[in-house]
């Protein structure tokens, strides 16, 4: 007998929307997650003085339709939107920081940008297209460190189509806002369905299937059974668990690459740093590929920042950098934690990998979501959950209606 009608994989905002969806539908939805609480990307660490900030994402906008949707489906809705305040993107280089704009060639931008309405994404990296948009000179120097601290890696050779996407505004909420006690809350919110049961701290070590169709879904200390299955993992675990049950995808998935990011954050006292207010702060070459602050959300006293790590550098490295960086000793930080996340690293030709993803899932019992299809934010990856909720749902009720004597369901 099966433990649940679906299991879900990773708990995350692809997984957690997948599994309210589909518990919202009435099916009895299993949620296995690795960490100590689901969240994934969407972290948000909270002090024992009730200060928060985002380790993981920090924004969502009034262009995320389909996420305002299910946030107004939460107890609080829109009520429990914060909306960001204004605070500038500085620059780090050379250990000075400067103005994002004060490095710009003005000239080069205003002479290139009017080329930005005849350009066209599709088979372009981000370089290539938007090398085009600033100037090239504008690209190295300053374009593409920033486009670098989007996804912590980077980007110059993702797909154009992947980032920055023109999306409808909705004019009833802020611009660009978070949620009370962080975007975490999305996450907790939406796995606190009475369908929904959430098993963290477990890590899946395998997917096969029995005798009778079921998935089972193994982890160190048990097994549960399912009659769906949807991974929302990172690319090179969901090709890992997909080996047994379906290697055509597996090996399709497997062709993404990954990085792993890792994160330190720090809460310190207002006063005890002469840091400007800024949004972000993005070096051109240092130990982390950009530090996220809580100053958009200010507190009357403390000041949390991310610190989005470079590759291969030590922790003991990355916390001197840290320290020189805020000017604050260690011994006088009040806080300091850390997460580390798997993040793909799309190239192109991703498109055509997609195709064959969904192509190879087209009717079956399995469902794939994350934030490694159509783009990382986080509305792609709810527009994603939410296509692969409606085939999940349409398909459980499929199997579940009641067979006539031919063999077909009643009323067809």
């Known amino acids: 007998m099966a433990d649940a009608d ?15 969806l589909c518990a919202k539908a009435g099916l009895s939805v299993t949620v296995l997650d690795s960490n100590k609480k689901m969240g994934g990307c969407l972290w948000t660490h909270k002090s024992k003085a009730g200060y928060w900030h985002e380790l993981g994402a920090h924004t969502c906008y009034a262009s995320y339709g389909e996420t305002l949707k299910l946030i107004e489906e939460l107890p609080d809705g829109l009520k429990s939107l914060v909306a960001r305040q204004k605070a500038p993107m500085k620059l780090v280089e050379g250990g000075q920081i400067k103005s994002l704009f004060s490095q710009i060639n003005i000239p080069s931008l205003l002479f290139n940008a009017v080329k930005l309405p005849f350009l066209n994404r599709d088979g372009k990296t981000v370089r290539q297209f938007w090398g085009q948009v600033v100037g090239a000179n504008n690209w190295e120097r300053v374009f593409s ?10 980007a110059d050779d993702f797909p154009a ?8 505004k909705r004019k009833d909420v802020p611009r660009s806002f978070t949620i009370e006690n962080g ?29 009778a169709g079921n998935y089972v879904v193994a982890t160190g200390e048990s097994s549960f059974v399912s009659r769906l299955l949807a991974l929302a993992v990172a690319p090179d675990s969901a090709a890992n668990l997909l080996a047994d049950v379906n290697p055509k995808l597996s ?3 497997g062709c993404i690459e990954t990085c792993k990011v890792e994160t330190i ?7 005890s740093t002469q840091l400007p207010n800024a949004a972000f702060f993005i070096p051109t070459n240092d130990s982390f590929r950009s530090c996220v602050t809580r100053d958009v959300y200010p507190h009357e006293k403390y000041r949390g920042f991310a610190f989005h790590l470079s590759p291969k550098v030590g922790d003991s490295d990355a916390i001197a950098r840290i320290e020189e960086f805020l000017g604050v000793p260690r011994d006088k930080w009040l806080d300091v934690n850390r997460h580390q996340v798997v993040l793909p690293s799309p190239k192109l030709g991703h498109a055509e990998i997609v195709k064959i993803v969904d192509q190879l ?8 979501t994350g934030n490694w299809f159509a783009g990382l934010a986080i509305e792609d990856c709810v527009q994603r959950s939410q296509s692969q909720a409606d085939n999940l749902v349409n398909l459980f009720n499929e199997m579940s ?12």
């Open 6 to 20: 679906l299991i879900v994989v990773g708990g995350g905002i692809s997984g957690a929307s997948l599994a309210y």
């Open 145 to 154: 460190p920033v486009f670098a601290a989007v996804p912590s890696q980077p």
């Open 161 to 168: 189509s992947m980032l920055f996407k023109s999306r409808k």
């Open 183 to 211: 975007l975490q809350a999305l996450v907790l919110g939406l796995t606190n369905h009475p369908n929904i049961n959430c098993i963290t701290s477990t890590t899946v070590k395998s997917v096969t299937k029995d005798a």
């Open 251 to 253: 090996k399709a998935i």
């Open 265 to 271: 954050g720090v809460v310190i006292n207002s006063e």
């Open 361 to 368: 899932i087209a009717g079956s019992t399995i469902a794939i």
């Open 401 to 412: 209606a009641p067979q006539n004597q031919s063999g077909s369901t009643d009323g067809k």
